[in-house]
């Protein structure tokens, strides 16, 4: 009574449904960011609104491609099996990598409103920025942008390409070619994604340094790809697509591996929290002395709880990661907690109180649009399951026990 | 005269893993409850195909985490702040910052305790013999072989009749193993 199953879905959407998302999300896109472009009318203050808007929300969709990017190297690296069916997903959300590429420039054009050490005079009369110049300055700044988005969109190109070549001809060889470049893309993602949170994040403050600040935005882009799989993995099998290849046993993997970054996101902020605490010294805590005074302290606090001690709790459970519901509550609010975390590391170089404004929500729902959009037109260009993947039947076989 | 032992239950062998899986579909099928699969490795599917319920031992970890968790906090707050209070680099006596790396360890490390030994105890480890050791072929199960076994006390259990019934699932060489 062996229990063999053979891929039955079919590995396309229906085009009208995947149309309607493109259309839904440029539209909601277009109107937000115009929205949140209406702060630059507003004077000096209003075009800093924006630029640390955008970059927040830049940020949170950016981190989640990037999560989703390294899933598709991290199932290659250690040839996985149970994420065969979510591999073309993760494809597909880090192909919005251009899109994000394109969404960096406002970040260019507004640099120097966003960061101080591109102040000629800040340079020349501080002495701790004058010693960074050789790195912190803005021609080399706009290279490095240049070679992260490049190596990402290769990287992003690469793996989708060859994911769908092997859906035409079902060469395994395809598979193993993917695996020999997953060691050098892990190297590649691993320098690439905490350089560039070190200039476009932590730079905020150029005073302030930390050398597991690229950690804990792994953590949480991590986190949150694997919440916006879930939720569209929820909404997939909801709308009949991939009902019998999206199993609950895939699911809750997904969740799974949501929990366990929750948990390590705890693990790295407390970590530089700690060190900075402990060795008291001016420069580093600055940074955390702002964030715990004039209202910040309790967002701190929110995000403490928020992010890691109820969401500990409510997840540990294998019922709660099996229930849809459960499920989808969890996810939706981890990426919520993701974009609080962001706004908590962001906002306070802008605001030295805690000072919420509604075009923080607007770039957000705009770029959400966009994001979803640009998703949704792969999903209509291709199959939305790498079906001729060698380790896709075994991933549907596979449950929890 | 040798002298007369109680019977323990009824031994059959199969061939392969998937042989053991449908046998003990069929077997938890037909209602019987005091029974056992035996095999090298773990076989994806035995625990639904035996109906086995959840784990209890998840609970005995959260147990173990808990305990940890309240040692290491009061263990550094009683030790620094109430017994043997001294300033140190200009912290204060007690904390939250500075405690958390040890409540954290400490209910890692009695977490794991929890699991293995919860583990043990559930499984009424260790336990140096067991009848079925006196089955000859029994050794094999640690290498290559794929044993179903009945136990007397199951309600369901009939000699005659289980022995027919493992039989008539492909079990071979079906034994009465004594306690």
Redesign the interface.
Known sequence: MGHHKTFSDDPKVDPALAGKLFKVGIGVGVVGLLATAATLAMGEEGRHQFFFSWLTAFSFFTTIALGALFFTILHHLVRATWSAGWRRTAENIAANLPLMAVLFIPILVGMHDIYHWTHEEVVATDEIIKWKAPYLNTGFFVIRAVVFFGAWIAMALFFRRNSIKQDESGDVALTFRMRWWAPVCTLIFVMTMTFAHFDWLMSLDPHWFSTIFGVVIFAGAMMSCYATLSLIGLWYTKNGILQNTITQGNLHDAAKMMFGFTVFWAYVSFSQYYLIWYGNIPEETAWYALRLDHGWQWVGIAVLFGHFMIPFWFLMSRHMKRSRTALAIGAGWMLLMHFVDLYYMIMPTLHHGFHPHWADLTALIGMGGLFVAFFGRRLASDAVVAYRDPQLVASMEYDNV | MAEMRKNWGLVAEFDNP?AL??AA?KVQEAGYRKWETWSPFPI??M??AQGLG?SRVPWITLGGGLTGFTIGLTLQWWSGAVAYPLVIG??PLFSW??A??VTFELSILLAAFGTVFGMFILNKLPRPYHPLDKHPDFRGVTDDKFFLSIEVSDPKFDVHRSKAFLEELGGRGVTLVEE
């Open positions: 998937g899986l449908e579909h994806h599917g625990d639904d959840g200009g912290k910052e500075f958390v790396p």
